[in-house]
């Protein structure tokens, strides 16, 4: 059996290949690996700043403070007359200036456009060797930004350690670091263990606004960042770090992004004794993604809000160069996952997104999508294992609460056959909350799972409307106990056939598929409807020139031949978007499938191979129905959709040369089996002279 698995598993990732699927890279960074894990989250300092930062503006400054409580604005104005003699004016000279761990900067009230770190490189760092990622910038080795630090950033903290840098202001609106669209980090940290950013604003980078890399321990406290081309919070690398009580917006790929999170619980089941990364008491909303992780392990994310956006949350493993791949151990916890339903791809049609980052409208609401996402979609796993969603409130979705997927492992660059089909396992969706808010108003999904049928041990209950298939693996009490499930390597055809088509996205090419309707193509214009009206006029065509010659004097088998008819008309009627997760697509396989059963007992005694072959498509497309509608069929590595699929394409060929032969018996009188003319006796007279 498992070299049967691997065989059909090469078939299934051969299948992505010729269908040309090429993921963009979402982001592109320095071969890095994981801090070792001996660090630990830094925990907030409340005693006074080692470092200060101001401007000189003191008009400016008092209209800032003017509305704060009585003892925060003494302390602003005594800092204030401090920084004057001894502080700093822009952000990036206070961190040149830390010389030892644990020290603090204060950033006091003030716009801060850190103007000596603007203008482009000069001398030697205009020359650096480096890569260049899909987006077009150079891939810097650690040493590279060490020596060119303000080449990509605005604000660079290279290996500082314990640095802790806050906003005194009474809410995070009052600091504002402003990258004016000139960097591609606003404020970058990389290599710096402990570091901590609390109650200010970060904004406008043609990347993003706050990058944390290689660090053991950080935290992103009360902080909010917004209007970036692609993520607000980038941590990447990284161990023992805590998000809380932030915010973001604005952004072309995500709000939150906590990619390649420290795997340290990839040998593990479901028992975790801790996580990398932790978020909670967060908001993200109005951009792509609310969050988003490739290789997002070990991340616990509960008590956020994630809506407006295009799709609430996704985590996936469809990206290369990501470290701990492929993603597992994510758990969501008592989120609000709603209205995600934003559909900001009229901005790539436009041409409003190939306009300069700083042209864009950005503050006015646009949003440059930069990948292709299922708009939509509450939770999406694109190509994860192990990931717990539970006690989640999620309505208000106009495609479906849960997208589940697999990723073949050569779309991240691995090529070993065993590792093809190692994706969209044991993910667990329990106890969550579908189509209701937490006032019981009822805000229904579209769907409550959109599941593509791969892998093993997935399960879901506690669901509420229809799903997409209508019988899905169930939960048991304990984590790892399913039942329903079955153990599949390739994902319907159909639904594969739609990934491949919706992948092919670009932003910068303004590349947006036809035949997806992540990007508005509606009725006869989705792939899964041409496919099926396609596949519907062929067996249509032929199976009604093989009914002509050969049954169409036989009633039952025209009866046979005028189900089958109506199953395609229901097939292709079901593949669109309105009717697709309705009783529709179920009627028409039960429909095919007594087509093809009686139109194979009809030929048994005219064709007997032939007809066995067509017995055998309609009980596969019946038993396609079963595995769909009453539960998966659990010993079967591909869905019977395949096998019907296969056997279809030899069924086919079949029909057409039966149907091209000299038909039989079609000129001899039905049997009495197989008329219900009454029997005439014999005529007497001249008439039957006559006769």
Not at 333 to 346: F, G, K, P, T
Not at 429 to 455: E, F, I
Request: charged share 20%; hydrophobic share 40%; with cysteine.
């Amino acid at each position: 059996m498992s070299r049967i698995r691997k065989a059909l598993a090469a078939l299934a990732a051969c299948l992505v290949v010729l269908a040309g699927a090429a993921p963009a890279a979402a982001h592109e960074e320095r071969p890095v690996e994981f801090p070792d894990g001996s660090g630990s989250v830094p925990a907030y300092r409340a005693g006074e700043p080692d470092l200060l930062v101001c401007k000189t503006d003191r008009a400016d400054f008092d209209r800032r403070i003017a509305g704060f409580p009585a003892e925060l604005k003494e302390r602003n104005a005594r800092l204030f007359r401090l920084c004057q003699d001894k502080g700093y004016r822009h952000l990036q000279e206070a961190v040149d200036a830390v010389d030892e761990p644990g020290m603090t900067i204060a950033i006091l009230p003030g716009l801060y456009l850190e103007e000596p770190t603007q203008p482009e490189p000069t001398g030697e760092c205009t020359t650096l060797k480096a890569p260049k990622s899909s987006f077009g910038y150079q891939i810097l080795s650690y040493e590279q930004q060490r020596r060119c630090p303000t080449n990509q950033n605005l604000v660079a903290i290279l290996g500082k350690k314990n640095l802790q840098i806050e906003g005194t202001g009474a809410s995070r609106g009052d600091v504002i670091v402003d990258g004016q669209y000139r960097k591609l980090n606003v404020i970058r940290a990389d290599a710096s263990d402990g570091v901590y950013f609390r109650n200010f604003t970060v904004q406008r980078s043609t990347f993003n606004s706050i990058y944390v890399l290689a660090s053991d321990g950080f935290v992103i406290d009360d902080m909010l960042t917004r209007w970036n081309d692609e993520y607000g919070f980038l941590t990447f690398a990284s161990d023992h770090g805590l998000y809380k009580d932030c915010e973001s917006y604005g952004n072309g790929d995500s709000g939150l992004y906590p990619g390649s999170a420290s795997d340290i619980n990839s040998d593990r089941g479901y028992g975790v004794d801790r996580y990398a990364i932790e978020i909670r008491n967060c908001r993200s909303h109005h951009n792509m993604v609310g969050y988003s992780g490739t290789a997002g392990n070990s991340v616990w994310v509960h008590d956020n809000e994630f809506d407006h956006n295009m799709a609430g949350a996704t985590m996936d493993s469809a990206f290369p160069d990501h470290p701990g791949l492929p993603q597992d151990h994510a758990t969501f916890e008592r989120n609000l996952i709603h209205d995600n339903n934003l559909d900001y791809y009229r901005h790539i049609r436009d041409g409003t997104c190939n306009k300069p980052p700083a042209e864009r409208g950005y503050e006015k609401g646009v949003v440059c999508p930069q990948i292709s996402v299922p708009v939509g979609s509450g939770v999406i796993v694109a190509g994860g294992n192990h990931n717990t969603f539970q006690d989640n409130w999620i309505y208000g979705q106009q495609r479906a609460a849960f997208v589940l997927h697999a990723v073949p492992a050569f779309i991240r660059g691995e090529e070993r056959l065993t590792k093809q089909w190692d994706t969209s396992h044991d993910n667990r969706y329990v106890g969550n909350h579908l189509g209701t808010d937490r006032t019981g108003a009822s805000r229904p999904n579209k769907t409550s799972v959109w599941w593509d049928g791969q892998g093993e041990r997935n399960c879901w209950s506690d669901l509420a409307g229809s799903s997409n298939p209508p019988a899905l693996p169930s939960c048991g009490d304990t984590p790892g106990e399913v039942s329903g499930g079955g153990a599949r390597i390739a994902g319907e055809p159909l639904k594969l056939a739609q990934l491949l088509v919706c992948a092919d996205y670009n932003a910068q090419e303004r590349r947006m598929p036809a035949g997806c309707d992540w990007y508005g193509a509606r009725g006869i214009e989705r792939i899964e409807t041409q496919v099926s009206l396609a596949v519907a006029a062929v067996l249509a065509l032929v199976g009604g020139v093989l009914w002509w010659r050969t049954l169409r004097r036989d009633r039952w088998g025209t009866a046979a031949a005028a189900a089958g008819a109506a199953g395609l008309v229901l097939d292709v009627v079901g593949s669109a978007g309105s009717y697709a997760h309705t009783a529709i697509p179920q009627l028409a396989l039960l429909l095919l499938g007594l087509g093809w059963l009686g139109l194979g007992l009809r030929l048994r005694t005219r064709r007997p191979v032939f007809a066995w072959v067509t017995v055998a498509m309609g009980a596969l497309t019946l038993l396609d129905l079963f595995d769909k509608t009453v539960v998966m069929v659990p010993w079967l590595p591909l869905s019977p959709a395949w096998l019907r699929t296969f056997l279809g394409v030899v069924w086919l060929l079949w029909a057409v040369v039966a149907a091209a032969r000299h038909p039989l018996h079609t000129d001899e009188p039905e049997t009495a089996a197989d008329t219900t003319e009454p029997t005439e006796t014999p005529a007497t007279g001249p008439k039957a002279a006559t006769a």
